[in-house]
């Protein structure tokens, strides 16, 4: 992992501060945009969730999905446990294949949001390598993570260098990530996903058909 973990920042892996500073960001309304607009699950779907948090992400998925949540916190994996345990599994492990009961072409969704700007290359490629192999043939991977891009603001690039993941990159840093195991990247920079100003870019991603287009496609929402 990739992060600073000393000094303020080891103060967000308590729980109770972590969501807190989660709502004044403003973090339930940009998860709820996430869910709609890009991941998009359906009824009874798998979803793996991997880097879950204190699991967040199921209070804006359908009330049946069949959730796993999987995080390095012991104390986050706690507080979901507390929370979502009866709808829910949640284990304080890295998600990888054989693990856990996790299965190749078991999961309709793999999840990870917030977590690739954590990892450096080598970690990130290796979690894209699990998720494409965990995934039914048309499942989805879906991440969203900080990026650096050239139209970005001043202030932005003043809140990235505060985040906690060391690996932030640019939009085409990750697209190279992920096309290295999907043919069908679906790309979209966000810059109005909080109510302060921030960059995201969210990834989503699959296995394409015959029929299907090559390459990424790539919007910018402002």
């Not at 986050?76 to 299965?103: M, Q, V």
């Not at 999961?107 to 979690?127: C, N, P, R």
């Not at 996903?193 to 390459?215: D, E, N, W």
Request: aromatic share 8%; net charge neutral; hydrophobic share 40%.
């Amino acid at each position: 992992m990739t992060h600073h973990d000393t000094g303020v920042h080891k103060i967000l892996d308590r729980p109770g501060v972590y969501e807190r500073v989660q709502r004044l960001l403003g973090a339930r309304a940009a998860r709820r945009r996430l869910a709609g607009e890009f991941l998009r699950p359906f009824a009874g779907a798998r979803v793996l969730d991997v880097g879950c948090g204190t699991g967040s992400l199921l209070d804006d998925l359908p009330r049946d999905v069949e959730y796993v949540g999987f995080d390095l916190n012991p104390s986050y994996i706690e507080a979901a446990r507390t929370k979502y345990g009866g709808r829910a599994r949640f284990y304080c492990a890295r998600a990888g294949l054989g693990a856990n009961g996790l299965e190749e072409s078991s999961f309709d969704f793999v999840v990870a949001k917030s977590l690739l700007h954590h990892l450096d290359d080598a970690e990130a490629d290796q979690l894209l390598e699990t998720a494409a192999r965990l995934l039914r043939a048309d499942g989805v991977f879906f991440s969203s993570d900080p990026v650096r891009h050239e139209r970005q603001a001043i202030a932005a690039k003043f809140l990235l260098a505060l985040d906690r993941g060391r690996s932030i990159r640019s939009p085409e840093e990750y697209s190279a990530l992920a096309a290295a195991h999907f043919s069908d990247v679906e790309t979209t920079l966000l810059t109005d996903l909080l109510p302060i100003p921030y960059s995201h870019f969210v990834m989503r991603a699959k296995q394409k058909g015959p029929a299907s287009p090559p390459g990424p496609s790539n919007r910018i929402d402002e």
